[in-house]
């Protein structure tokens, strides 16, 4: 979170990578991340364990700070870049710089 300057993360300070086939990945509930993304068109099977109710439709809440303007889902903070789907969709623009693919 202390790469979050006045709001916005830089993507220099973002880093992709591709785990082989049949590994596990652990992802610290501290870390920013965006999981899974496609990678080729032969596609990828994932299994992604979340708390119960992660990630799904939340009650509308009185936005006090920017923390709460990235809050996009049920326990699910979204910083978007001003490219991507979820950006258009109305996500909190939290992503400056190239918008990075693998």
């Known amino acids: ?9 830089n993507t220099k300070d973002v880093m992709a990578f591709k785990a082989p086939a049949g590994a596990v990945v652990q992802v610290y509930e501290t870390t ?7 990678t080729s068109d ?4 994932v299994a992604i364990v979340l708390p119960r109710e992660t990630n799904t439709d939340m009650e509308k809440i009185e936005v006090k700070n920017t923390e709460d303007k990235m809050l996009w889902a049920r326990n699910k903070w979204l910083l978007a870049h001003p490219d991507s789907a979820e950006a258009k969709q109305g996500a909190y623009i939290g992503l400056k710089g190239e918008n990075i693919t693998v």
């Open 1 to 9: 979170m202390e790469k979050i300057i006045d709001g916005k993360l």
């Open 32 to 38: 920013l991340h965006y999981a899974p993304c496609q």
């Open 42 to 45: 032969e596609g990828f099977r």
